[in-house]
């Protein structure tokens, strides 16, 4: 496995893999792998030629007083284990490389980005949708592996790609869970031994609204009220939004049919985590 840190070593290794008829798969990721980074990995091994995995805290997703200084990293490890899942190069470029002085360009999904993790971080799509860009720019992929675990980011970066006619195909991959429902996220680091325990009350509370929705309850305000106090049960937990959005366009549900999220942010502490559940209510 190779580690390419220049911006142009990595662009002139993916144009001359694609002269050679090579597929190219790109796994974005901020780093501090876990089986749900390497779930992504395995699927763009299976489908590509070459596997190109990206390792970058990247500045402009980050809000004034967020964890960007301190967000986890342990390069060495990240290296072992996406060669073992299959990588065949990590791409890991410098912030200063990414964003030269005096950049100035950004990309902006102005629709969906206004929603959810979009009210709380409101510059935060427009950090990922631009790296996003600058990275398929670089890497050339012919396909690009993202998590339902951001099915918001996955949502903006399908409409991205759409809009702009972006030659990749986007595949989204099912959300990897420690064995007690909790997400699996770089951010669980951060959480003490109490801390981790009541992080399960976010899937717990995911569960719960299945449940209600399994024996017949269809009013969203309803399902959103008792997710809630469930959370609000756990110690340290605050919520920053409980939503139930129609899946395509995140716009509120009142009504539960069709294509829905139930999809959340909560603080644990200072630890902000997200879940989400997508649930196909068409068959009625
Ligand atoms: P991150 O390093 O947190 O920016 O995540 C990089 C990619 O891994 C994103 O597409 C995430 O959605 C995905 N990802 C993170 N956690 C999980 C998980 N638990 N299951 C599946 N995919 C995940």
Do not use: W
């Amino acid at each position: 496995m190779e580690l390419i840190t220049d911006i142009s070593k990595m662009q002139a290794f993916s144009l001359s893999a694609k002269g050679e008829g090579k597929r190219i798969g790109l796994v974005p990721t901020m780093g501090y792998l876990h089986e749900g980074h390497l779930s992504l990995v395995r699927a763009a091994r299976a489908a590509s030629d070459t596997v190109v995995v990206s390792i970058f805290v990247n500045p402009t997703q980050f809000g004034p007083g967020e964890d960007f200084d301190r967000y986890p990293s342990d390069l060495e490890r990240d290296k072992r284990l996406a060669e073992e899942a299959g990588a065949d190069v990590i791409f890991h470029p410098s912030a200063g490389d990414m964003y030269p002085q005096g950049f100035s360009t950004y990309v902006e999904e102005t629709k969906l980005s206004k929603h959810l993790c979009g009210l709380s971080r409101p510059t935060h799509f427009r950090g990922v949708t631009t790296v996003v860009l600058k990275l398929f720019n670089i890497v050339l992929p012919d396909a690009a592996y993202f998590g339902q675990k951001d099915a918001q980011q996955a949502l903006i970066i399908k409409r991205m790609v759409r809009d702009l006619n972006l030659p990749v195909r986007i595949e989204v991959l099912p959300i990897i869970r420690e064995e007690d429902g909790l997400a699996l996220s770089s951010r669980n680091e951060y959480l003490s031994p109490e801390q981790r325990g009541q992080a399960t009350v976010l899937y717990g509370s995911l569960v719960q609204a299945a449940r209600l929705i399994g024996s017949g309850e269809r009013k969203a305000s309803r399902i959103k009220e008792a997710v809630m106090d469930m959370i609000e049960s756990a110690g340290e937990a605050r919520i920053d939004y409980v939503s139930i959005v129609n899946r395509d366009t995140l716009d509120d549900a009142e009504e539960l049919r069709g294509n829905i999220l139930i999809a959340l942010a909560v603080f644990i502490g200072k630890t902000r985590l997200i879940d989400n559940l997508e649930l196909n209510l068409t068959e009625e």
